[in-house]
């Protein structure tokens, strides 16, 4: 007699052949239109699924959790970060969470060293200027940047993504600098070359370019305050590929309308998808470049975060520990 499949929730339309995998493997029920969901049809997910896959776009708060029925047992986030979910009140409540880490690691260093370059060589700004009708010809002053060889480069959070931005910064003849919670492997610090800073406020008035790359937790949220972006020299520019709620985003905002700052590029925002006035006026200004929460997304990336969505459902339901089990710990 065959088992019964496990009903599995998907929040969000996901590549076609993960749903077809899904569809094989799964009782799925996919989100054909690709609707971000509402919380009462969360909360309906919640109370008839096994399994919940959800994205950064679901809110998964304590009131959600409080609705889940008998049957849930997981949830499979589909995405790295996992600050969409309350986690501590899932495992309170006995739920396995898992998430996609590794597999968006290369694409998000990517987005970010695009966006450096973006901000310090205004690339944004100058792919307008022939769609526009706007160009009379090349000029030795005109739409001049900043090198970035030889610059300083500050990450903050050297975990899988921060170490690959740091591996291109150095192709890139950046010096790279890094604050983290824990510092890195000495082998991994001397083939980056990187200085440690345990003081974040130390590193960030010291740096050209700061790039945030750690997660959102309780404990990162506006790591960079009001106060720490002050810190900043005024020729700096800031790289969010990470979260927004990372940044105060309203005192950054405040720093760049009065030029107290360079530049900066962000993809992501603390309020998404909404995005304030006053920063979509400086972005129209070109004075930040941003773009829409889009540092993983590629085809294979999303493929990629699929398939381990699979795996640790696909293991889970076997009875076995899922490969990528968020932990206490990692909160
Ligand atoms: C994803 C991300 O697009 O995985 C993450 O943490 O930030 C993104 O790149 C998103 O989370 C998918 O849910």
Request: one cysteine or more.
């Amino acid at each position: 007699m065959s088992k019964k499949k496990p009903l599995v929730v998907v929040t969000r339309k996901l590549p076609d052949v993960v749903e077809t995998r899904m569809r094989e493997l799964f009782d799925a029920r996919l989100n054909v239109d690709d609707h971000p969901m509402t919380q009462a049809e969360l909360a309906e997910a919640l109370r008839t699924a096994d399994v919940l896959v959800p994205t950064v776009t679901d809110k998964i708060d304590a009131q959600l959790l409080a609705q889940t029925g008998e049957n849930l047992k997981l949830i499979a986030n589909f995405g790295n970060g996992v600050d969409n979910i309350d986690v501590q009140t899932a495992l309170t409540r006995g739920l396995t969470v898992t998430n996609t880490p590794g597999v968006l690691t290369e694409d998000t260093a990517d987005m970010t060293m695009a966006l450096i370059l973006a901000v310090a060589r205004r690339i944004a700004e100058g792919s307008r200027v022939i769609p526009d009708e706007a160009w009379n010809g090349w000029s030795p002053t005109w739409m001049l940047g900043r090198r970035i060889t030889g610059k300083r480069l500050g990450i903050v959070g050297m975990g899988r993504i921060g170490q690959a931005v740091a591996r291109r910064a150095r192709a890139f003849g950046l010096q790279v600098h890094y604050h983290n919670r824990r510092r890195v492997a000495a082998p991994i610090e001397e083939t980056l070359e990187a200085t440690y800073w345990d003081s974040l406020d130390q590193m960030l008035a010291r740096m050209d370019i700061v790039s945030v790359n750690c997660p959102h937790t309780p404990a990162t949220y506006h790591l960079l305050s009001a106060r720490r972006l002050k810190l900043l020299k005024p020729d700096a520019i800031v790289v969010n590929t990470a979260r927004g709620e990372i940044i105060d985003e309203n005192a950054l905002t405040r720093m760049l309308e009065a030029g107290e700052i360079a530049g900066a590029g962000l993809d992501v925002f603390e309020h998404e998808p909404a995005i304030s006035p006053r920063l979509l006026k400086l972005a129209r200004q070109h004075r930040v470049v941003v773009l829409p929460h889009m540092g993983s997304a590629t085809h294979e990336g999303r493929i990629d975060m699929g398939e381990k969505v699979i795996v640790n459902i696909k293991t889970f339901m076997d009875g076995h520990r899922p490969p990528d089990r968020v932990l206490p710990s990692m909160l």
